[in-house]
């Protein structure tokens, strides 16, 4: 029955652990994923979250099924972050927001939908854009092609590349874009930009699906956030899937969610019918735990503000470990990587080469993915000399 399958290659960011963990260099750092580290390299539980925890623990209850669409304290309080409580989508009642197994799950429930609605659609990514986008919207069927958007020379976003290839996409087509915090390059798009690119999708037809899995780790939750109003505002039709894993340090919980914006409420209740069939058809409905956390901390003003502090926390300390890596590398003669400062979010794309990249981890013990990308919130100050270090070696 198994002769003909073929042994698959390891995925390129979660295989990287993988051969991390494998790895008895006792130097070994882990670049690869995208998880935040705390100061001693572990990884945070947050205050907010376990007051959460507490409090459910002590109102313990039954193990009952969610509805199929998620448990609704969950999706109202997301709905609120997301879109902002006086939002017109909302009064209008033409959103749908469903709870999902991460982002990966609500990027992957909107793909089946998708598929469903338009089977002839491609799919535009980002180039690059998050390894997973690619093989999620190929296994879901898709198309998969891509958009100008990073620059490598000018060490930025290749704008009008972007709107370009955006213009000569047909009418239906699916663009995919990082709402903040673009991984894996850390350049977002401005303001100013976000409206042109919105102008395009409107003209050309086509059909937005904004990946927000970073909220708050750029400029705040409001401000990385804003693109969701501007597309509400611009009256387009969309997705967007959004996760706690890194906001809230809720890796491992697997809690996301999946929104599609609609023309008015009919086509909300029709949406989300078929939406339902996505999520019953693959994991019948979603788990309990990570939702309860998520609404109790998001209800809870002392717990929210909590959370804002440590997220801001996070943030913060992301930005001095890439002036930290900079000075680093200056300090042993690398003075063309200032960019790393300039970069958003949890990565840095870094302009090393695959050789170099496996070199860092053959030779240094010092995990990225092979595009050159590195998790720089997994830094810390015992490892950021041997980083420094490794990438000199390599250079
Ligand atoms: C990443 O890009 O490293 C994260 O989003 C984790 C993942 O699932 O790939």
């Known amino acids: 029955l198994f002769d003909a399958v073929e042994l698959a290659p390891a995925d390129p960011i979660l295989g990287l652990t993988e051969a991390y963990n494998a790895d008895t260099n006792p130097n070994k750092v882990n670049l690869g994923v995208g998880v935040y580290l705390d100061e001693q390299g572990k990884l945070p539980l947050l205050e907010c979250v376990h007051i959460a925890e507490q409090r459910l623990a002590e109102a313990s ?9 998620g448990m609704p304290a969950y999706r109202d309080a997301v709905r609120e972050l997301v879109f902002g409580a006086d939002s017109s989508a909302l009064a209008d009642k033409r959103v749908v927001t469903v709870e999902s197994l991460g982002g990966t799950g609500a990027l992957k429930v909107g793909a089946d939908l998708l598929k469903q609605m338009n089977p002839s659609a491609t799919v535009l990514l980002s180039d690059p854009s998050w390894e997973n986008h690619r093989a999620l919207f190929n296994r879901a069927g898709f198309r998969v092609d891509t958009y100008r958007y990073y620059d490598a020379e000018a060490k930025g976003i290749d704008f009008e590349g972007m709107l370009a290839d955006l213009r000569l996409a047909d009418a239906g087509t ?5 709402a903040c915090c673009h991984n894996p390059t850390g350049y977002d ?17 086509l059909v937005p699906f904004l990946d927000m899995a970073y909220q708050g780790f750029g400029f705040g939750l409001e401000r990385d956030g804003a693109v969701v109003g501007r597309f509400v505002e611009a009256g387009l039709e969309f997705f967007l899937s959004t996760s706690f894993s890194k906001s809230l340090s809720l890796y491992g919980e697997r809690i996301g969610s999946l929104s599609i914006v609609t023309a008015d409420e009919d086509a909300a209740k029709r949406t989300l019918s078929q939406v339902k069939i996505c999520i019953r058809t693959n994991y019948s409905n979603p788990a309990t735990h990570g939702a309860a956390i998520v609404a109790t901390v998001l209800a809870d003003p002392e717990l929210r ?11 913060e300390r992301i930005k001095q470990l890439r002036t930290g890596l900079v ?26 080469t695959k050789a170099q990249m496996v070199e860092l981890r053959e030779k240094h013990g010092v995990y990225g993915t092979d595009t050159g990308r590195m998790c720089v919130a997994a830094l810390n100050d015992g490892n950021l000399d041997t980083v420094a270090d490794a990438i000199a070696a390599v250079r």
Do not use: C
């Open 305 to 315: 503000a909590t959370w804002e502090r440590e997220l801001g926390g996070m943030r």
């Open 189 to 205: 798009l401005v303001a100013e930009q976000w409206d042109q690119v919105i102008e395009v999708l409107r003209e050309r037809n």
């Open 61 to 69: 209850k039954p193990k009952a099924y969610l509805p199929i669409d």
């Open 174 to 178: 699916i663009v995919v874009l990082h």
């Open 327 to 352: 000075q680093r590398l200056e300090a042993r003669g690398i003075t063309d990587m200032g960019f790393i400062a300039e970069q958003i979010g949890m990565f840095s794309y870094s302009g090393l």
